[in-house]
């Protein structure tokens, strides 16, 4: 299986995030909701293009775990969201990630204008 390149597994509970998601950034983040010990199975993949600490909190009771990392532009997070999808088809992520309104960018993968 590929690697995400991601940092974690961390467990996604509030406490978790602010103490290792701690810069307001842009950034990628891959969930799990499995229960057992194993490895990690993504379940969703998404971003944020401004504060990757609060999208996270979005999804806290819905998932158990995360993995993350920062991104230096909103277009490089989208780019990263995009291989991600691309490389593991998440199970709970049906439609291919959204670009911003009116930024123009393109997946780098598909070249699909979302």
Known sequence: MAETGLNGPFALNASTIDQEVGKTSAGVYALDQSHDSGGFHIS?????????NQRLHEHVGKYKRFKYEYYDSAQDAFEKECALYHDFNPPSRI????RPKGSGWKCPRCHLVG
Not at 44 to 52: A, C, E, F, I, M
Not at 95 to 98: D, I, M, Q
């Open 44 to 52: 969703y993949v998404g971003r944020s293009d401004t504060d990757l």
């Open 95 to 98: 439609s291919h990630p959204s």
